[in-house]
């Protein structure tokens, strides 16, 4: 199986998504389930050009292999650069971390990796569902603050 290199052009208004799947099953049953929630998808397997696109594009989904590129959840180049962002930017991204390691929905544990959401492999097939639940919720979270950022001009 191949990987698949997608590179959507973006519209105003459309949702982002990058997709850093190093495993081609993997990389296609998410791209299918992104695809389906009408999210504008990029791709990538090469770490300098993952990086290069998310300085160039704020991504509303980051979805993350626990091993892209040979790293490990702690060590991951992605996920620094994600969380070194600056807040403003950050707020609007959903970190989503895939591996075998990690059990799905499990918040403590996308609390220790900085993350927004893990998805277990066995459930990659359902992460549709659980993707759009997960946003929602970070909506709802951030609702209040965005809300007072616009009433004192800020945003």
């Known amino acids: 199986m191949e990987f698949q290199n997608r590179l959507d052009i973006f519209e105003p208004g459309d949702q982002s998504a990058i997709v850093c799947v190093d495993v081609p099953e993997v990389q296609r049953i998410v791209v299918d389930q992104l695809t389906v929630l009408n999210y504008k998808i990029h791709t990538g397997l090469f770490l300098e050009d993952i990086l290069l696109k998310m300085r160039a594009h ?5 979805v993350i292999s626990e091993h892209f590129n040979a790293s490990d959840m ?3 180049p992605i996920i620094a650069a994600a969380i070194a962002a600056p807040s403003e ?12 390691t ?6 403590m544990q996308a609390f220790q990796y900085s993350v ?3 998805v277990n492999l066995s459930d990659v097939v359902n992460l549709r569902p659980v993707l759009r639940r997960g946003v929602m919720r970070m909506g709802e979270f951030y609702a209040p603050f965005r809300e007072a950022l616009k009433a004192e001009g800020m945003n």
């Open 116 to 118: 927004d959401l893990v």
């Open 58 to 62: 704020v991504y509303d989904v980051i």
């Open 89 to 100: 930017q950050r707020r609007r991204q959903f970190l989503v971390a895939v591996g075998s």
């Open 74 to 76: 702690t060590t991951n």
């Open 102 to 107: 990690l059990v799905t929905n499990d918040e």
